[in-house]
């Protein structure tokens, strides 16, 4: 998965699991596309300061993740549906009976 979509989604799932601080900082360099020195200046800490920061929350982040698996369960069912999508538009006429059950395994997974 690309780097800065994973970041995202991460950050949608977990992220009010972050300080208001954390947040601020890490909306405005991952999320807003700003500079370390930007934001530095902005918040009156180091460039350091705030690689250390999005780094500290990367790993926050990750380790939700790895604990809670949100975001793959959710990457897994968004491919699955959209599979179901392109089976849909393939056939003529759906067999009912396939997309019943594969949108049961869609349920089970939830």
């Known amino acids: 998965m690309d780097k800065i979509l ?3 989604l991460l950050y949608d799932f977990y992220g009010e699991l ?3 601080h ?3 900082i890490y909306e405005d360099v991952v999320l ?3 500079s370390f020195s930007e ?3 902005e918040q009156g800490i180091s460039r350091q300061g705030v690689h250390d920061l999005i780094k500290r929350c990367n790993k926050i982040l ?3 993740e790895s ?9 897994t069912i968004k ?4 599979q179901m999508e392109k089976s849909l538009r393939e056939t003529e006429q759906p067999d009912k009976e396939q997309l019943v059950r594969q949108l049961n395994g869609i349920l089970e997974n939830l």
Not at 79 to 82: D, M
């Open 67 to 75: 604990k809670l698996h949100l975001v793959e369960k959710f990457v």
């Open 79 to 82: 491919e699955q549906i959209e």
């Open 62 to 64: 990750q380790d939700y």
């Open 18 to 20: 972050l300080t208001e």
């Open 39 to 41: 934001v530095a200046s």
């Open 22 to 24: 954390q947040k601020q």
């Open 32 to 34: 807003n596309d700003y």
């Open 6 to 8: 994973e970041q995202t």
